[in-house]
């Protein structure tokens, strides 16, 4: 059993940033691999960035070069860095991790509003 909780959401203006952190509750490196997911009102729930087990990280074309995932072993923490806010961004962030055995835990969210 993996718990995994998200912190760092709230109401920032375009252009802002926000930093997001995933605290889990075991050490980060017993999973596969781990994620940033997105779910803004009336649109599926989409990827935002990942990260595996040995550090290798691929993020959406919608964030490149704005957003960047990253993670500190020692404190069993993922993060994700959110520069160059926009509207679009506003969405409910989930946090995800997936042990080997492909099992998946999410984390309860936490929400990002981008407005002025």
């Known amino acids: 059993q993996v718990q995994l909780v998200e912190s760092g959401g709230g109401l920032v203006q375009p252009g802002g940033s926000l930093r997001l952190s995933c605290a889990a509750s075991g050490s980060i490196l017993s999973l596969n691999r781990m994620g940033w997911y997105r779910q803004a009102p009336g649109k599926e729930r989409e990827l935002v960035a990942a990260?595996?087990?040995?550090?290798?990280?691929n993020s959406a074309d919608s964030v490149k070069g704005r957003f960047s995932i990253s993670r500190d072993i020692a404190k069993n923490t993922m993060y994700l860095q959110m520069s160059s806010l926009k509207p679009a961004d506003t969405a409910v962030y989930y946090c995800?991790?997936?042990?080997?055995?492909?099992?998946?835990?999410w984390g309860q969210g936490t929400q990002v509003t981008v407005s002025s």
């Open positions: 990260i595996t087990s040995g550090g290798v990280t």
């Open positions: 995800s991790a997936v042990q080997w055995n492909e099992r998946r835990y």
